[in-house]
């Protein structure tokens, strides 16, 4: 996991809802924000940025940080 910045907007009953994000240098506006889920590490959101990308974004509540979940390329798997 990579820490990053992300902007996002928290509605009246609370819900968090992921609008953009900065990582490694670049601003990804998210245009869809698909299934989300909390467990033991935080608040988990399944997000897609304009070229169709997915990327998973976390919540830590206890850290009150955002980071992204990389997912290693079959390369770094073998």
Known sequence: MESIQVTAR??????????RFN???NEYPIVSCGRNWR???GHHFLVMV???KIYELLF?????SWYIKIQPTPSQVA
């Not at 928290?10 to 609008?19: E, H, R």
Request: aromatic share 8%; charged share 35%; hydrophobic share 40%.
């Open 39 to 41: 467990d033991e590490i």
């Open 23 to 25: 990582w490694r240098g």
């Open 60 to 64: 830590s509540i206890d850290e009150i």
């Open 10 to 19: 928290f509605d009246a009953p609370g819900k968090i809802i992921p609008l």
């Open 50 to 52: 304009p070229n169709e």
